[in-house]
């Protein structure tokens, strides 16, 4: 994964554990709302966020209104189980 900013490390840290334990959509404003950033900084962490880390997020736009982003989900990254030789013997994803 690339290096993210210290905004989108917080966004990404707080999708993750949200979506541990909940389901559903998270709209931007309650994100920001829980992390403290601005809605603009969080929209904007959205799409190196998809990109970066396979967040799931949907983009809406209302006439007269704001654009908004609606986040999906947020997978957790890959684990891999590596023995004291360092020869993969398991992939969650299922490629080697």
Do not use: K
């Not at 992390?35 to 799931?56: D, F, K, M, Q, Y």
């Amino acid at each position: 994964m690339p290096e993210l900013s210290p905004e989108e490390r917080t966004v990404l840290e707080h999708l993750r554990n949200w979506y541990r334990t909940h389901r559903g959509a998270l709209t931007s404003e309650q994100v920001a709302g829980a992390t403290g950033l601005p809605t603009a900084a969080v929209c904007a962490a959205a799409g190196v966020l998809a990109v970066a880390a396979g967040v799931r997020t949907y983009h809406r736009t209302s006439p007269g209104a704001d654009p908004a982003v609606v986040f999906l989900d947020a997978p957790e990254p890959p684990r891999r189980v590596i023995d004291l030789t360092g020869v993969l013997v398991e992939d969650r994803t299922g490629s080697a």
